[in-house]
T-cell receptor
């Protein structure tokens, strides 16, 4: 069974600094997708970034980038120039076909 | 298009009662997913539809749960004889097709007393 592990229940970062959220996953599939979703307090989940497993190049979306290590089954999210609006729960997710699984989440606090 | 909508946003019910939630996906999205999220956890997959066809159900979806998407547009999730363990946030998501990302609704928070 595919599992997604986020080993950091909580993280904090100073405004304007950089923070990295960790995610590892377990799969025997070769073709899959990885995602980071953001869930602000009492608001709906939104997609931050996605990575196709067949792509070697790490995905980047403005201040958000990933470090995808396929052999190590690691998929970390780096947030640069952190802003107060980045405070939220961040979920790492894995999808192969219709099977989508989420990690338990990391709560990110941004300190002014 | 205003995104995925869910109603009601909150539902409080007594144990043993039936409840029904509605999800309106983004128009033209063929896939619709239901998830359950308990406090401090990530969403757990319940079921999904390709148009009106329910293609997969999780083992979490006991026989007290039923979902429909009668015309391939909105979907309903019904829980019969609710139990306290059913208390959770129920999330709906939709995607254009299997390869596209899922867009989530705001969820329906169910409290069973």
């Amino acid at each position: 069974a595919q599992t997604v592990t986020q080993s950091q229940p909580e993280m904090s970062v100073q405004e304007a600094e950089t923070v990295t959220l960790s995610c590892t996953y377990d799969t025997s599939e070769s073709d899959y997708y990885l995602f980071w979703y953001k869930q602000p307090p009492s608001r709906q989940m939104i997609l931050v970034i996605r990575q196709e497993a067949y792509k070697q190049q790490n995905a980047t979306e403005n201040r958000f980038s990933v470090n995808f290590q396929k052999a190590a089954k690691s998929f970390s999210l780096k947030i640069s120039d952190s802003q107060l609006g980045d405070a939220a729960m961040y979920f790492c997710a894995y999808r192969s076909g219709s099977d989508m699984r989420f990690g338990a989440g990391t709560r990110l606090t941004v300190k002014p | 298009d205003t995104g995925v909508s869910q109603n009601p946003r909150h539902k409080i019910t007594k144990r043993g009662q039936n409840v029904t939630f509605r999800c309106d996906p983004i128009s033209e999205h063929n896939r619709l997913y239901w998830y359950r999220q308990t406090l401090g956890q990530g969403p757990e997959f319940l079921t999904y539809f390709q148009n009106e066809a329910q293609l997969e159900k999780s083992r979490l979806l006991s026989d007290r749960f039923s979902a429909e998407r009668p015309k391939g547009s909105f979907s309903t999730l019904e829980i019969q004889r609710t139990e306290q363990g059913d208390s959770a946030m129920y999330l709906c998501a939709s995607s254009l097709n299997w390869a596209h990302e899922q867009y989530f609704g705001p969820g329906t928070r169910l409290t069973v007393t």
